[in-house]
């Protein structure tokens, strides 16, 4: 990468926030944090980064409010989502597709399998 790809990585449990970004981090991304819906949402405007991170269940904003806000504003619609999700949770495919989210994993999940989504949605392939 010569421009490195920008991730931001929402949770309000701090050790996901630090799993996560670590595992993207030492692959190259460069990462900002959050840990509500609103200061993701002032984030995610400011910085623009190329993929969003999301936990669905977060205070002030849900993770699936978060999305839909940024799917309102020009500078934030085009930014693709990776929604993280406690077991039992499920999103209807036309409620993601609304609010701009890609992928929905669940927890507990795989930093790795994390990295590989991230890198298929900037378009780093693994070799």
């Given amino acids: 990468m010569n421009c490195r790809q920008k991730v931001l ?12 970004s670590l ?3 030492h692959a190259g991304f460069e990462v ?4 509500d819906g609103l200061e993701a949402l002032e ?8 993929v969003i991170i999301t936990d669905y269940q977060m205070p002030f904003l849900s993770g699936l409010e978060l999305c839909h806000k940024l799917k309102q504003l020009p500078g934030t619609r085009a930014i693709p989502a990776i929604m993280l999700t406690a077991r039992g949770f499920a999103l209807e495919e036309g ?5 701009g989210i890609k992928v929905c994993m669940n ?7 994390v990295l590989r989504v991230v890198e298929q949605m ?3 392939t693994a070799a």
Avoid: C, N, W, Y
Avoid at 9 to 20: F, G, N, P, R, W
């Fill in 9 to 20: 990585v929402v949770d309000d449990e701090v050790h996901i926030l630090h799993v996560v």
């Fill in 23 to 25: 595992k993207l981090r």
């Fill in 32 to 35: 900002i944090t959050a840990q």
């Fill in 43 to 50: 984030l995610a405007q400011v910085e623009l980064p190329d």
């Fill in 95 to 99: 409620a993601m597709a609304a609010a």
């Fill in 107 to 113: 927890k507990p999940f795989s930093p790795s399998e």
């Fill in 122 to 124: 900037v378009g780093i």
